[in-house]
């Protein structure tokens, strides 16, 4: 697909469900919010195996099954992500723990979560290949990889699609990988629009979040990020103004722009939700989508290069 045609369609990631990293959610929040995502034509669903072990999968799964007879299981597309196990042989295993949770005989996309630095990718890989020849995984996805291992992975086996954490606070995912994923015909699947919610323009400083939010640890908050981060808000709050709408639909507004096929947009209630389900009709205009990617650029350029992704995580 040509880029400059591409539009992306927005989904529902639902990390946030499974608690955990996101303090406090409530079960009766999240069951709404997934109601509210298939009343409002959301047809994709994406959780994890680590996303509160398991908590968000059986939700997705029990919730989705609750409205068969609305939204036949053929017509929506759901994904899940396993974290490499102790051996390739674990895979199948693993892969039948998430089809229980989930109510389902098979999952639409399977991706590998992480890389594992202890771990060589590829017999797992492998592994996976047999998995969806059973029919269990109908396509494998890779989720947080280097350009590097990226291509490892497409040597190895048949990879579909590519999901990567994409917003005005962390373009560079989009820059090192889109020119193979486009070569390789893969979608890409973005996460954290909002930037983990630090968009929303809520919290500007690690004093704002609850002393238990783990995000009080996201780089923008340290020194030398912290006044371009500032500006980035500033420019969202002003565009917001011309628009007539909030910070947050201006952010994933700007990611739905970008040349990728599916934005997953989370959101912990269902009037989260609604606001998010806002930002399909908000259409920026060029110089706006430029003069916010001017400052996620200068954004970026404070990173260091060996830095691969928006936790700094080293995997």
């Given at each position: 697909m040509d880029p400059e045609t591409r539009k992306?369609?927005?989904?529902?990631?639902?990390?946030?469900?499974?608690?955990g990293y996101w303090l406090d959610q409530q079960r009766d929040d999240s069951i709404r919010t997934l109601h509210a995502a298939l009343r409002g034509g959301i047809r994709h669903f994406d959780t994890a195996q680590g996303y509160g072990k398991g908590l968000s999968e059986q939700l997705v799964g029990q919730q989705l099954k609750r409205f068969?007879?609305?939204?036949?299981?053929?017509?929506?597309?759901?994904?899940?992500?396993?974290f490499l196990p102790n051996s390739p042989s674990d895979i199948l295993a693993s892969v039948q723990t998430s089809?229980?949770?989930?109510?389902?005989?098979?999952v639409d996309i399977l991706y590998v979560h992480w890389p594992d630095s202890t771990k060589d990718c590829r017999p797992y890989l492998q592994a996976l290949g047999r998995v969806r020849d059973q029919g269990l995984v109908k396509h494998i996805g890779v989720s947080n990889f280097t350009q590097p291992l990226l291509q490892q992975a497409l040597d190895t086996t048949e990879i579909s699609y590519c999901q990567i954490p994409l917003s005005l606070l962390w373009t560079r995912s989009l820059r090192n990988l889109a020119p193979l994923c486009t070569a390789h015909g893969l979608r890409i699947v973005a996460y954290s629009p909002l930037g983990l919610g630090l968009l929303g323009g809520r919290y500007r400083s690690r004093e704002d979040l609850d002393a238990q939010d783990l995000r009080?640890?996201?780089?923008?908050?340290?020194?030398?990020?912290?006044?371009?981060?500032?500006?980035?808000?500033?420019?969202?709050?002003?565009?917001?103004?011309e628009y007539a709408t909030d910070m947050a639909t201006v952010a994933l507004a700007w990611v739905l722009a970008q040349p990728v096929d599916i934005v997953l947009t989370g959101a912990r209630?269902?009037?989260?939700?609604?606001?998010?389900?806002?930002?399909?009709?908000?259409?920026?205009?060029?110089s706006h989508l430029v003069a916010l990617r001017l400052i996620a650029d200068n954004l970026d350029d404070l990173i260091p290069p060996d830095e691969d992704n928006v936790f700094f995580h080293r995997w």
């Open positions: 992306a369609t927005l989904s529902l990631g639902c990390w946030a469900f499974g608690g068969s007879k609305e939204v036949p299981r053929e017509e929506y597309c759901l994904a899940t992500k396993l089809l229980r949770r989930m109510c389902t005989s098979y009080r640890g996201l780089f923008p908050f340290d020194t030398q990020y912290v006044e371009t981060f500032h500006n980035l808000l500033h420019a969202l709050e002003r565009t917001a103004l209630t269902k009037d989260q939700l609604n606001a998010n389900l806002r930002g399909k009709i908000i259409p920026l205009a060029g």
